[in-house]
């Protein structure tokens, strides 16, 4: 019973009466996202079973990878930062507040259920035309796939402009509904993250959908700043955003063709893109508008979106996809698994950790995956950092005092890194050599 009561949090399928709560501090640990990461596990896994079945696009491992790494980044924010928005959310509502709605009420968790999904699409929207805050957002859009994996292609940056949106309504409702709503919808939209799910009929027409939401994340001309939607299609019909799956292919990732799997440049490349644009113009007008008009403005463009003719209607290109020795990619998700299994341990040890212990956790889980991403590009560089990061694990593993049960996990973890030190050393040293062979070769066929 209680796996299908949280298999039903996927749909928003939650009664009211039990998920009420008097005070923040009621609302359960670990929370409803958390609880909900077997099932994120569980449904990646059969959707590539289906896709299989259905001869649909597959998972690939590497941009799936770069999606889950993505999400342990902004995992490691929140760690650092602790959640701006609820923060905010909550200080609005105990300084300034208006005036307060009962909390035990059905019909101020129905309000809040549906003003929160209303401020999701504001800053969904704005996430997508203001250009600042598409640099905070567009890594989610960045994957050339489109699955389960993709909902966890996230920003560490977005909470940093989305709370503003929220905050309009802790004048009047209670913040322990606000942060219930927030983790249903999270949830919500995660299955919607899909192709093997067509059409689900009717409900189109009120829901969020597979449908709905593959042309969100299409950079095809018609797909461009359309449907919003967290929850509800609704908004978009409403405020004009609406956009139906057209026949044909539907391109994903960003407009500009981009080429990496290493999740520290996705999140930061787009900064520098803007930061470029703003030394490039002249006029202070130009300055301010490459930060505040839509991603697709240019100077002399009288619309604020920008011109976006032309953009390929049916964009043909070819995904980004880097061949790899297959040691390299058996290589790269044992040791992706084992991150994830360390992020989960600390994650749930982090509040009683010193702020200089958790800093330096991040720290190396970013590099971490970082280096990981490097390796799956088949870049040498992410040669040289691997066996860098293998050597740093031995020596820290090594110098850690500790004994008992843990001291058997030390061990252990110190056998592992020191064999993938050994055995990537190698690995690398050959395939440098095999590459210097293989230009000097080339070198003496030009001669």
Known sequence: MEILEKAARFLYFVDPNKYTYEKIEDIPKPDFVQQAVPYFITLIILEYIIQWIKDKPRTRINDGVTSVSAGVFMLCEQLLVRGVVGYAYIYVYENWRLFELPWDSPYT??????????????????????????????????????????????????????????????????????????????????????????????????????????????????????????????????????????????????????????????????????WSRVKEYTTIGDKLSAVFKGPGWFPGQSHRLGDSSGVAEYPNRAKYDPKIPLFQSIYVLVHFFLTLALMEVFSAHSRSLS?????????????????????????????????????????????????????????????????????????????????????????????
């Open 355 to 447: 702020q200089f212990n958790v800093i330096f956790f991040v720290g190396t889980m970013l590099f971490t995956l970082t280096s990981l991403g490097l390796l799956l590009e088949g870049k040498r560089i992410g040669i040289l950092t691997e066996v860098g990061r293998c050597f740093g694990a031995v020596l820290f593993i090594h110098w850690m005092g500790i004994s008992g049960d843990t001291g058997k996990i030390k061990s252990l973890l110190l056998a592992f890194f020191l064999l993938s030190l050994v055995s990537f050393s190698f690995f690398g040293f050959t395939m440098m050599t095999s590459e210097k062979k293989i230009s000097a070769n080339k070198t003496k066929k030009l001669k």
């Open 109 to 274: 968790w129905y309000a809040a259920a549906i003003l929160g999904d209303l401020c999701y699409y504001w800053a969904h929207r704005a996430g997508h035309e203001i250009n600042l805050f598409w640099a905070l957002h567009q890594v989610h859009h960045s994957s050339e796939d489109y699955n389960l994996t993709t909902a966890l292609r996230q920003s560490i940056f977005q909470s940093w402009f989305t709370w503003m949106f929220y905050v309009p309504t802790a004048l009047f409702l209670p913040p322990q509904l606000f942060l219930i709503h927030q983790q249903f919808n999270t949830i919500y939209q995660f299955w919607i993250h899909t192709e093997v799910i067509d059409s689900l009929g009717p409900l189109e027409y009120i829901f969020n959908t597979p449908r709905h939401h593959r042309v969100h994340h299409g950079c095809n001309r018609y797909c461009l700043d359309k449907n919003y939607g967290g929850v509800l299609i609704i908004w978009d019909r409403l405020f004009g955003t609406f956009e139906d799956e057209q026949p044909g292919t539907v391109t994903y990732g960003l407009v500009e063709d981009i080429k990496s799997f290493d999740p520290t440049w996705l999140q930061f490349f787009y900064l520098a893109k803007i």
